[in-house]
């Protein structure tokens, strides 16, 4: 290896400990690869996870005319910046440069941001097959061994908000078949019940989300606010009972939370079951 690219792996002297592939991999920004090198370059488990948490939220991979191989790029505002420098520092391996500033203007407001993009490189291009078969981003068939507690955390940390009643993550760029497919995932493997509802998925029992992977700065914490109580009234019965929260409610009427929460996000006005209706007491 010539002297430029001594820096890519770091040898110390007289160690002989095996180490776990991906734990020792250091920054390799601001040198330059051969497309033999290149050619060598595989993404570690950790690494691999944390990349299909970004493709399932603002991810991107795309080819640029000078490289037949794909690479990952990454873009979120500004105030956001606390996350992308996250996820540079462990991506930073397979890229060439620090994320860049950019700015634009959209309906005459000025944007600010932070992109990252990684090289292109051969193992970014088997993902590119997996998640872009026809040239449109889907979520894959295998999404179910794909989703580890590592890309759930990434998947949420791109691209959900948090709200009294749950976590919203933002799906409106996939179809539905794909979103449902990432509800039954969500449900078999890490027992999260969601809802789909306006093209986002409302997931709840936060206790479930694998925090340990979630930047410190950016964890999302339950609102301290009180709990929102509501007022049921019974068609069949005519009458009106107040509760003190939604899960009091759906634990006295033995039905699924989420429906209480999708009747209100969805301005329903049909009696639910065709009896029940609700209201929010301020």
Request: aromatic share 12%; hydrophobic share 40%; charged share 15%.
């Amino acid at each position: 290896m010539n002297k430029k690219n001594s820096s890519i792996g770091s040898v110390v002297s007289g160690t002989f400990g095996i180490v776990k592939f991906g734990t020792n991999l250091t920054s390799t920004v601001g040198i330059k690869f051969t497309l033999k090198q290149l050619a060598m370059v595989q993404l570690a488990p950790y690494q691999y996870s944390v990349i299909i948490g970004l493709l399932l939220s603002d991810g991107c991979l795309i080819f640029s005319t000078r490289s037949k191989n794909a690479r990952l790029e990454f873009k979120q505002s500004l105030s956001h910046f606390a996350y992308v420098w996250f996820v540079f520092n462990i991506l930073s391996h397979y890229c060439s440069s620090s994320p860049r500033y950019y700015t634009s203007i959209r309906a005459g407001t000025r944007l600010y941001a932070l992109h990252l993009s990684t090289r292109s490189i051969p193992c970014l291009t088997k993902l590119h097959s997996l998640f872009y078969p026809n040239g449109i981003k889907i979520i894959p068939q295998n999404i179910f061994e794909l989703l580890s507690p590592i890309a759930l955390a990434h998947l949420i940390m791109g691209d959900g908000s948090v709200k009294k009643y749950g976590l919203i993550l933002c799906t409106n760029s996939y179809s539905i078949q794909d979103v449902v497919l990432l509800m039954n995932v969500l449900i078999i493997r890490y027992i999260l019940d969601n809802i789909l509802c306006l093209h986002s998925l409302i997931l709840f029992f936060l206790t479930c989300i694998p925090l340990c992977y979630i930047n410190s700065n950016l964890r999302f914490r339950q609102p301290s606010k009180p709990s929102q109580q509501i007022e049921v009234f019974d068609l069949k019965e005519n009458t009106t009972t107040s509760y003190n929260s939604m899960s009091e409610t759906a634990r006295a009427l033995n039905i699924n939370q989420a429906r209480i929460v999708m009747y209100f996000s969805c301005n329903q006005q049909k009696p639910y079951k065709g009896r029940y209706t609700f209201k929010k007491v301020d």
